[in-house]
């Protein structure tokens, strides 16, 4: 027996019935309602959703194979600042798209630049996914990117009209995967990328040195 398509609908099983703005500033607030068709058959009650519109954005794990070294970005996140823990993370290189016309490629390029001063001599796609999408728009693209770190010792980067502070750490490929398994990794840009990276090392490897 063939299975079945996932997922079960579409765009056109989807009804917005009003769209109100409710803020509009670094993010952006939108108020829903909507209905939608049901599993069971028919179609949903009118009901309300608050949703966050977001740029899309890019990340990058930037990754000398010759020193088998990757460098890391560490920043304050204001999201973390009501938890146990330090709100300073560390993270791959990130940042948003901010014109419509912009490859997510390009972008991930121009904060290798600005947040760790380093040229990117290779790159290659990761994977695409959905940030939150129970209350966000955002859609992040991840990459690998190739660079030589003979030389570099770290610094201190970020754009100060963006008021970034950014640190970059330079660490082998053990340290960082030590770092992961004990749990100091707890983002999810940078928990994906690595896993990732972590499944996929051999065939960069191979294609890189």
């Not at 108020?31 to 028919?42: I, P, V």
């Not at 794990?61 to 009501?82: F, H, K, N, T, W």
């Not at 999408?133 to 963006?162: N, R």
């Amino acid at each position: 027996m063939m299975k079945k398509s996932l997922p079960a609908f579409e765009q056109s099983d989807l009804s917005i019935v009003s769209r109100e703005v409710k803020y509009d500033g670094f993010f952006k607030i939108h108020k829903l309602s909507l209905s939608h068709a049901l599993f069971e058959g028919g179609q949903s009650e009118v009901f309300e959703r608050e949703l966050c519109l977001r740029n899309d954005a890019v990340g990058m794990l930037l990754y000398d194979p010759s020193l088998q070294q990757l460098a890391m970005v560490e920043q304050m996140r204001i999201g973390a600042i009501d938890r146990n823990q330090s709100p300073w993370m560390l993270e791959v290189v990130a940042g948003m798209l901010d014109k419509a016309c912009e490859a997510p490629c390009d972008v991930a390029i121009r904060e290798a630049k600005e947040e760790a001063n380093l040229s990117v001599d290779a790159i290659e796609p990761m994977l695409d996914y959905f940030v939150s999408p129970g209350g966000s728009t955002e859609f992040f693209s991840l990459f690998v990117g190739k660079v030589s770190l003979s030389d570099v010792k770290g610094g201190v980067f970020g754009l100060a009209q963006e008021n970034e502070d950014i640190r970059l750490h330079i660490l082998s490929v053990d340290e960082v995967f030590a770092l992961l398994k004990q749990g100091q990794i707890n983002n999810a840009m940078t928990l994906i990328a690595l896993q990732w990276f972590a499944l996929n090392k051999v065939n960069i490897d191979a294609k890189w040195q």
